[in-house]
């Protein structure tokens, strides 16, 4: 494994050929995203996209967004941005109209959450005077609200999942008390990839007069498309009466550089609760829209080319890839026995597994099994439990590999079938410290 040298500040400047060749050294042992082998944390759109990507960033690399009085440039960017994103998400089709709805740009879908918590809280406390708000969502509704609770001590009430790992609408509305300020859902869901019934939770929230966020992070770059072709068909955006605000992040499978989320409101009132203003220091005045200070203008300026290089027709080809790749891994693993997939996923990310309890002695190892596909093909699945499963998000970039996955995959099954072999391992890794 590649290592620092010395763990110090040189004494004197390195070579920026030398610098970058370290660079590449320590990479020596990270997945290889570019080749297809990994499905998590990186989306691909292609060598084309990447350059384009690398080139928008570096020319703003510089620029900070903290200050758009003096960028501009990074203002008008965000500003596109959100108004594109507005009529992916279903902005301009809102029941009351349009006029209201607002949006900011975050540093990621976990920012993006936070401030949806926040903006939630702040509501409860300055409309209902509720001093000790709770929110309520599935088990399988994204960590960052757990972050979110704990960051805003907003009381985190998860409820249990159905058996195709959709939200429990009913279970979640007996637990919806007078200090409960937002219902979530997700569209779709990290774990499962499933689109939460989005209708029935704005109904709720309707009901209860209280907000309700839908975390389209993971889906909301990718599900207008998958709609246009017709592979996706549930309600699951801002049209849906009684969404009160919406997260998508442009990072994921909207194919932008790490680094950039959209959040949406549907009112301006609930959207003036999320930005930070003050002028009680000796700076001067202190807007800002989310959690970060200085915002990086390399992340804004990617995402805004990424948009405007695709366009609609590129978007729609990108999710059909990312579609065809996802089904022919369904396939695969819906016809090797001893394997499943877990729930019933709507779109391009779900997670599979043995078919057997995980801690039963004559299951397959899923765990076993995702060692396995390392070893022979360098495939990169996450662990996640429970139960103990592999989760897949398939994009683009896997169209051109997604055989080879399904024949070794077919093989490893086998395989461990044969040997039966375990491992001690039962540590999960979606995010590391
Ligand atoms: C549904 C969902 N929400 C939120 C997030 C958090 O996004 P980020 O990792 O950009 O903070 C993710 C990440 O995969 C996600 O899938």
Redesign the pocket.
Known sequence: MAQFADNRLPAHGLDADAVMSRLDEFSADDRDWRGGRVFS?VYSGGDDVLDLLTRASNRFSAENALNTMAFPSLGWMQHDIITITIGLLGGDRRPGGSAGVRGYLT???????LQATKTARDWGRGSRNITRPNMVLATS????FSKASHYFDVECRRVPVTADGSADVGAMADVVDDDTVLVVG?????PHGVIDPIGDLGALALDRGILCHV?????GFILPFLGTLGHVTKEWDLSVPGVTSI?A?L??YGYAS?GV?VILYGDHDLARLQPFITSDWLGGLYGSPSMAGTRPGGPIAAGWAVLHYLGEDGYLRLAGDAHRAASALRACIESTPGIALRGAPDAT?FAFGGTTDADADDGLDTFALGDLLIERGGWYFDRQTPPDSLHA?VHAGHAAVIEELCTDLTGAVADLAETGTRTADRSTN??TV
Not at 186 to 190: D, F, I
Not at 215 to 219: F, Y
Request: aromatic content about 6%; charged content about 15%.
């Open positions: 944390l540093s990621g879908g976990t920012e993006s959450l509704a994204h960590a960052a997700s569209a779709p869901s990290y975390d389209a992070c993971l889906g997260s992040d990072h994921k790490k989320s990310v998000t979606y995010g």
